[in-house]
């Protein structure tokens, strides 16, 4: 191409294919005609088809697709980051929870509130402990920094409530005692990986 045809930016002298858009239907008959005819040509057919043939196999091969909410639940990733949790030992059944403070502290939104005294063996106890969900971004650096994995998120993700504080307390985030059978070690975020064990240095005898 030539130095002077490359400056050429008169797009008018180009020559365009021209597209036969077809004639516009002239007259309220004739649109009607165009209407009908692009209804029922058969594309409204293979829609119905499909609805049809996936009614016929949840009907008939029990190959259905949609989850009844609320009686089925699709199963949460265990890194999901839901409605905390305050895990037992599963040896004495009390709480792990050692009341160092440290969640408290890393959070973020400062929606952890805890207490803590000495029992009459002097023990540390937890006396308060509450987490303000309408605060909690659901961060994950409390369930990450616990050394216990005392605190950890659970599988409650439905966290609406008329009130608040209704599932903010201590007691309402433990394990019920009756069901420490089915408390799960948790597999989440921050929690021991499965291999944990191989990754122990061991401590030369010598010291
Ligand atoms: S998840 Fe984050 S915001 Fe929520 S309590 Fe834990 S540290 Fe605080
Ligand atoms: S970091 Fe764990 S052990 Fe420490 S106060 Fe929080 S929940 Fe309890």
């Known amino acids: 191409m030539g130095l002077e045809q490359f400056k050429n930016r008169n797009v008018g002298t180009q020559n365009y294919t021209m597209v036969d858009a077809g004639h516009s239907p002239k007259g309220v008959l004739c649109q009607f005609k165009q209407v009908v005819k692009r209804t029922f040509k058969g594309e409204l057919f293979v829609g119905l088809w499909v609805t049809m043939k996936a009614m016929l196999k949840a009907l008939f091969a029990n190959d259905m697709h949609t989850v009844k909410y609320p009686f089925e639940k699709l199963p ?23 009341g160092c403070g440290l969640c408290e502290k890393i959070c973020i939104s400062n929606c952890i509130t805890m207490d803590t005294r000495y029992d009459e063996n002097q023990r540390k106890e937890v006396s308060e402990y509450t987490i303000n969900f309408g605060r909690c971004i659901f961060c994950g650096y409390c369930a990450e920094v616990c050394p216990e994995l005392a605190i950890v998120h659970g599988s409650r993700y439905e966290n609406a409530s008329e009130q608040r504080a209704g599932f903010s307390l201590f007691e309402d985030m433990l394990t019920p005692i009756d069901k420490l059978n089915l408390q799960q070690e948790y597999s989440g975020f921050g929690s021991v990986s499965p291999n944990a064990d191989d990754n122990i240095k061991q401590t030369p005898l010598a010291y």
Not at 76 to 95: K, Q, V
Request: proline share 4%; aromatic share 8%; net charge positive.
């Open 76 to 98: 949460i990733s265990p890194r999901y980051r839901a409605i905390h949790d305050m895990l037992r030992l599963l040896e004495s059944g009390h709480y792990r929870c050692i």
